[in-house]
């Protein structure tokens, strides 16, 4: 391991806050683990990213760098679950030359926000911003799709003179449905479905959505030609590419139906095809690239990375050293609590780690989603915490790992992969490291609860309550297992939080005692 740790200059020593702080010190783990996502939710609210990426100065704005002139010139529309807040925001901000509006948000989601008291976030009644809600369930619908041509319409009128402003947030692919004739609704989602059943990633099904739709795929920015189109994202899709977010509406791509049939002869569902999508991707004809709309800006406003960061600032406030691992953590809850479990070790040990621990470690990193380098630097701050005696380090990650559903129980990824990790973390004492991992959009599967928190404790605790954790685990019932354990109060449960950057780990590593004299 020291050959691995060798490769990175010495980290400078820093002595965390809260060891100097008594007061802040009577914080108990839970309590800064739940700080910690809170920051993380914060930072990336949708009425903040907005305000923090358009500066308004006279009759004109700066967005990313370049200039816009407003001139009672500007159109706005928007599509996605955290679109409410974002329009709200950037009308009290460019509202006086806003011509006309329209958003396509989750079904439902204003009444809810009355309710929560989020009042910030919703228009005011005098707004020229129409809200249309639709996507019930998440999925394409009649409200959905009405939605999308209204938007459509919008954009078609536009000229050279026109501003657009486009507001995506996650969620948006479902809230922006549009079809190419004649491909009904209907049959364009059971396309999807079956590619989805077949185990088809998010790049896959983009593949194949985009052809088939006028809006996806750079559709509505060129439905907006002439007109200056802007994107503003808040990117829920890991690594934040900008094609793939709500199917990149604002991000030019020709459809190429080759790579359609390609998919679909892939998962075998070729023969399946609806006789309306075989004609579509028939006519296809390459476009004219000079006709090709050519003003447009697309900025990435929140990502996880960006939670990431003001996590890891709340943390140092609280007494840890912050390190991020990653903001694209993947694959099988298993290998992802595997690979927490075998770091938390790493920290803990009161010896040298053993080359063997380190090494499967470094092979997790490709099943996981994890870099070779992020795993070294990462083990090496855990190290010198180790080393240093104080050892009170924080590791955060981001991204969505996946569950293979087995069983009929009630949970989500979050809850399973926080339970899984507290089986990794058996045998680390009573007062060893905490595991929190959450949902920024505050729900976890069909539950009330974002995720969950976990220790070394809990699994002593579960078999002292009579729970058998590996039955839940097999039966996917991972919130009714946290239900009952301490009557829920490991759950995290933050309510609505108006956005969605995937998922946070937090990782909370206690001062390990040095053998030193």
């Not at 002595?15 to 993380?40: E, H, I, N, Q, Y």
């Amino acid at each position: 391991m020291a050959r691995v740790l060798s490769l990175f200059r010495p980290w400078p020593v820093l002595t965390p806050a809260c060891w100097r702080k008594p007061l802040l010190c009577k914080m108990s783990m839970d309590s800064r683990a739940r700080g910690v996502f809170a920051a993380a939710v914060e930072a990336v609210q949708p009425d903040a990213v907005v305000r923090q990426s358009i500066e308004r100065k006279g009759d004109s704005v700066t967005i990313s760098g370049r200039n816009f002139t407003l001139k009672h010139n500007l159109h706005l529309v928007g599509f996605g679950k955290a679109v409410l807040g974002m329009a709200a925001e950037a009308e009290r901000i460019v509202g006086d030359h806003l011509v006309k509006g329209i958003i396509s948000v989750p079904h439902g989601i204003q009444k809810t926000l009355q309710q929560h008291g989020k009042l910030h976030l919703l228009l005011k009644e005098t707004s020229r911003i129409k809200v249309v809600e639709g996507a019930k369930h998440n999925l394409p619908d009649a409200d959905a799709l009405r939605a999308a041509e209204e938007i459509q319409q919008l954009a078609t009128q536009l000229t050279e003179k026109d501003l657009l402003l486009v507001l995506i947030s996650g969620g948006g692919s479902a809230l922006l449905p549009a079809p190419i004739p004649p491909i009904l609704l209907q049959e364009k989602l059971e396309v999807t479905r079956k590619l989805a059943a077949a185990g088809a990633t998010i790049q896959e099904l983009n593949t194949v959505r985009r052809p088939l739709s006028s809006l996806k795929g750079g559709g509505l920015a060129r439905c907006a030609h002439p007109a200056q189109v802007i994107g503003l994202v808040l990117s829920d899709v890991i690594g934040d590419p900008l094609d793939l977010i709500a199917s990149g509406p604002t991000v030019l791509s020709e459809k190429m139906p080759e790579e359609v049939l390609s998919v679909l002869r892939h998962y075998k569902l070729l023969n399946t095809l609806p006789a309306s999508v075989k004609d579509v991707l028939g006519r296809h004809s390459p476009r004219d690239q000079k006709d090709a709309p050519q003003d447009i800006l697309n900025v990435l406003i929140g990502s996880n990375s960006l939670a990431l960061k003001c996590a890891g600032r709340r943390a140092r406030e609280l007494g840890f050293r912050p390190v991020v691992l990653a903001p694209g953590v993947c694959g099988d809850v298993r290998s992802v609590s595997r690979l927490y479990g075998l770091l938390a070790r790493f920290a803990c040990s009161r010896e040298e780690p053993s080359p063997e621990l380190a090494a499967e470690v470094l092979m997790l990193g490709p099943e996981v989603g994890v870099e070779t380098w992020d795993l070294c630097r990462t083990m090496k701050v855990l190290d010198e915490g180790r080393t240093e005696g104080w050892g009170a380090t924080c590791v955060l990650a981001g991204g969505e790992p996946t569950v293979e559903l087995l069983g009929m129980g009630r949970g989500g990824r979050n809850q399973e992969l926080a339970l899984r990790v507290a089986l990794e973390l058996r045998g680390l004492g009573p007062h060893g490291p905490v595991f929190l991992s959450g949902g920024t959009d505050g729900q976890d599967g069909p539950t009330d609860a974002a995720g969950a928190i976990t220790d070394a404790g809990l699994f002593e605790e579960a078999q002292a309550q009579g729970l058998d954790i590996e039955n839940f685990l097999s039966n996917n019932d991972s919130y009714t297992f946290f239900t009952h354990l301490s009557a829920g109060r490991r759950l995290l449960v933050p309510g609505l939080t108006c956005t969605n950057v995937m998922d946070v780990h937090a990782l909370l590593i206690p001062p390990i005692p040095t053998n030193k004299p």
